[in-house]
């Protein structure tokens, strides 16, 4: 297993969650990291992603202002702290990690990944 997502659950809204996505030492020479979730019934969807050499950031409008995608110091963990959720933040969260000679305007499409998370449920429900 390279790339191991947790941190999901049920809440509130207008709670938060923390996810987190842990690395094998491979999966580290990515350059970035990204995270997509997909609703019931929709498609996969680009959320956030991190530039983990230099910590450039990247968000869907969607969720601009409430989510934010950090690594550790290490580079071996990537985390989505999302606050303010929302009922339409409800969706299974995925990490992924960047194909090599990926360019910044490739980074929404998930083809621009190759290795992915097994995926984490987060549910926002009162």
């Known amino acids: 297993v390279q790339l191991q997502a947790s941190g999901g659950g049920l809440v509130q809204p207008g709670n938060s969650l923390r996810l987190s996505c842990a690395a094998s030492?491979?999966?580290?020479?990515?350059?970035?990291m990204g995270w997509f979730r997909r609703a019931p019934g929709k498609e996969r969807e680009f959320v956030s992603v991190i530039d983990v050499r230099s910590g450039y950031t990247y968000y869907a409008d969607s969720v601009k202002g409430r989510f934010t995608i950090s690594r550790d110091n290490a580079k071996t963990s990537v985390y989505l702290q999302m606050n303010s959720l929302k009922p339409e933040d409800t969706a299974v969260y995925y990490c992924a990690a960047s194909r090599p000679g990926t360019i910044t305007s490739q980074l929404r499409h998930g083809g621009s990944y190759d290795y992915w998370g097994q995926g984490t449920q987060v549910t926002v429900s009162s």
């Open positions: 030492e491979r999966t580290l020479r990515t350059r970035y």
